[in-house]
């Protein structure tokens, strides 16, 4: 099996040599500037700061809200269940969406969990109208680039489905062969990347993929294993491979040199780890083999 992604100590060097350069010596800066100016400041200059930090104390008593952006189309870490009630009130529910209420919790704030297609993820975060992505997002040095990730959260791979009676039994078999994917996914990406443009038919959801499987219109589809089985198990006639085509690792995104809420996230992750949450939360979805 191919091991694509980036270690969890590699991202974590990342986040500190980042954190070095750019984000604390600008704090200083902006620290020092005030401090300098403070000694200036008249009366009412002081009176208007005092008013304005009450202000900021209040919003952050009264809390405000956190947007995950998320494409909830990828059971069990985020779908739609009308039979539920996800953590900001839609039915929008899964391990991710869970991880994000226990963050929202911890931080005061109201969850808003918005829905788009995954291949938006990212420039929603770079556009500022999204906080955080939890969206079963596999760490890659491409990505890294764009966004800043936090701790790990989750190991997964690359599955491969195929038809019950499809002679495909690995990696290897699938040269030639018409490959679906969910667009933009890494999925997408490392099977464009060995088998060629001309043989990748990408859809907007995984479930698409499946179906043009069902339908005969594609041999193959890579996806992550999870959501694989859940497709699996809705369809007849499908199968996963045991032998799966790449290994990654899970993280939530925050807009590049966003420290502040990438060290809360990074906090609530481990708390959650520490206490068992996780593992009860993740155990709530998947059934252990
Ligand atoms: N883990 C895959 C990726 O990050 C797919 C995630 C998804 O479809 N939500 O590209």
Same mark, same amino acid.
């Given at each position: 099996?191919?091991?694509?992604?980036?270690?969890? $100590?590699?991202? $974590?060097?990342?986040? +500190?040599?980042?954190a070095?350069?750019?984000?604390?010596?600008?704090?200083?800066?902006?620290?020092?500037?005030?401090?300098?100016?403070?000694?200036?400041?008249?009366?009412? !200059?002081?009176?208007?700061?005092?008013?304005?930090?009450?202000?900021?104390?209040?919003?952050?008593?009264?809390?405000?809200?956190?947007?995950?952006?998320?494409?909830?189309?990828?059971?069990?870490?985020?779908?739609?269940?009308?039979?539920?009630?996800?953590?900001?009130?839609?039915?929008?529910?899964?391990?991710?969406?869970?991880?994000?209420?226990?963050?929202?919790?911890?931080?005061?704030?109201?969850?808003? &969990?918005?829905?788009?297609?995954?291949?938006?993820?990212?420039?929603?975060?770079?556009?500022?109208? $999204?906080?955080?992505?939890?969206?079963?997002?596999?760490?890659? !040095?491409?990505?890294?680039?764009?966004?800043?990730? /936090?701790?790990t959260?989750?190991?997964?791979?690359? /599955?491969?489905? +195929?038809?019950?009676? /499809?002679?495909?039994?690995?990696?290897?078999d699938?040269?030639?062969?018409?490959?679906?994917?969910?667009?933009?996914?890494?999925?997408?990406?490392?099977?464009?990347?060995?088998?060629?443009?001309?043989?990748?038919?990408?859809?907007?959801?995984?479930?698409?993929?499946?179906?043009?499987? +069902?339908q005969?219109?594609?041999?193959? +589809?890579?996806?992550?294993?999870?959501?694989? @089985?859940?497709?699996?198990?809705?369809?007849?006639?499908?199968?996963?491979?045991?032998?799966?085509? $790449?290994?990654? !690792?899970?993280?939530?995104?925050?807009?590049?040199?966003?420290?502040?809420?990438?060290e809360?996230?990074?906090?609530? &992750?481990?708390?959650?780890?520490?206490s068992?949450?996780?593992?009860s939360?993740?155990? @709530?979805?998947?059934?252990?083999?």
């Open positions: 099996m191919k091991k694509r992604f980036l270690t969890a $100590a590699a991202a $974590a060097l990342c986040a +500190v040599s980042l070095a350069c750019g984000g604390s010596s600008t704090a200083t800066t902006a620290a020092e500037t005030q401090t300098s100016e403070a000694a200036d400041t008249t009366a009412a !200059e002081a009176d208007a700061a005092e008013e304005e930090t009450a202000a900021e104390a209040e919003e952050t008593e009264e809390g405000g809200t956190l947007i995950m952006a998320t494409n909830a189309e990828f059971p069990p870490y985020e779908y739609h269940d009308s039979s539920q009630t996800g953590p900001d009130g839609s039915d929008i529910v899964g391990i991710d969406a869970e991880i994000a209420g226990a963050i929202a919790e911890k931080l005061g704030k109201d969850l808003v &969990i918005e829905d788009i297609a995954f291949d938006s993820l990212i420039p929603e975060l770079q556009s500022g109208k $999204a906080d955080f992505v939890a969206a079963g997002m596999t760490v890659t !040095e491409d990505r890294l680039v764009n966004v800043d990730f /936090s701790d959260y989750a190991t997964a791979v690359q /599955s491969i489905i +195929v038809t019950s009676d /499809s002679e495909i039994a690995g990696p290897d699938l040269a030639g062969k018409k490959i679906g994917v969910q667009q933009g996914t890494t999925g997408d990406l490392y099977a464009t990347d060995d088998f060629g443009d001309e043989n990748i038919d990408r859809y907007p959801k995984g479930v698409d993929a499946v179906q043009a499987l +069902v005969g219109k594609v041999d193959a +589809v890579i996806i992550d294993n999870e959501p694989a @089985k859940v497709f699996v198990g809705d369809n007849e006639g499908l199968k996963l491979l045991d032998t799966a085509y $790449a290994e990654e !690792e899970y993280a939530i995104a925050v807009k590049k040199g966003n420290t502040e809420l990438l809360q996230i990074n906090t609530v &992750i481990q708390e959650l780890k520490d068992g949450e996780m593992d939360i993740i155990g @709530k979805y998947i059934t252990a083999e």
